[in-house]
């Protein structure tokens, strides 16, 4: 199995930040990663597939890249809705397994 | 507007069995793989099993393998998880969610509310 690790497990930021979360896949997986939002008591919500593709309707501040083994997810300034925990996923193959989440908290 | 609701999750002893549901409804339920999705209490999310457009392909996490089935019935626009021989690290809120294509390993773009499983004596 594929395992995902994402750092770091938690981070505070102030509105307006840049922030940068990492996700590291235990072999190549090609572009098929994934990233979702989850904010407390809400069901996950998809941001980008394929690495870096945009989700319908979410918001151009949100920029995911790499390949291989490498990605990563950007925020290019953070609104006050964007506090959440984030996990990315692998698509590559069964199990597509979820990293531990990055809990994104106001400073 | 696409809806998943999940029902048939409770409080359910070491070693019984539970079936979950997932009613769905603003797609085309039988152009689109299904999955489900848990997350324990206070934890991440954890892919539990999925299954293709025709029921022709299935994947199930080490976890469940072997006490979790997933089926669908395309008539019905319904998922279903057969839980059996469960334990309590299956507590968890378990989420129905749609792929964004008929095979299994795709990304899930909709997402239910979740229905909660508890096993415990």
């Known amino acids: 199995d594929i395992q995902m690790t994402q750092s770091p497990s938690s981070l505070s930021a102030s509105v307006g930040d840049r922030v940068t979360i990492t996700c590291r896949a235990s072999?190549?997986?090609?572009?098929?990663l994934n990233w979702y939002q989850q904010k407390p008591g809400k069901a996950p919500k998809l941001l980008i597939y394929a690495a870096s593709s945009l989700q319908s309707g979410v918001p151009s501040r949100f920029s995911g890249s790499g390949s291989g083994t490498d990605f990563t997810l950007t925020i290019s300034s953070l609104q006050p809705e964007d506090f959440a925990t984030y996990y990315c996923q692998q698509s590559y193959s069964t199990p597509p397994s979820f990293g531990q989440g990055t809990k994104l908290e106001i400073k | 507007e696409v809806q998943l609701v999940e029902s048939g999750g409770g409080l359910v002893q070491p070693g019984r069995s539970l079936r979950l549901s997932c009613a769905a409804s603003?797609?085309?339920?039988?152009?689109?793989?299904m999955h489900w999705v848990r997350q324990a209490p206070g934890k991440g999310l954890e892919w539990v099993s999925g299954i293709s457009w025709n029921s022709g392909s299935t994947g199930y996490a080490d976890s469940v393998k072997g006490r979790f089935t997933i089926s669908r019935d395309n008539a019905k626009n319904s998922l279903y998880l057969q839980m059996n021989s469960l334990r309590a690290e299956d507590t968890a809120l378990y989420y129905c969610?749609?792929?964004?294509?008929?095979?299994?390993?795709?990304?899930?773009?909709?997402w239910g509310q979740g229905t909660l499983v508890t096993v415990s004596s």
């Open positions: 603003g797609f085309t339920f039988d152009d689109y793989a």
């Open positions: 969610a749609k792929g964004t294509e008929d095979i299994v390993v795709v990304p899930t773009d909709y």
């Open positions: 072999q190549s997986i090609s572009s098929y």
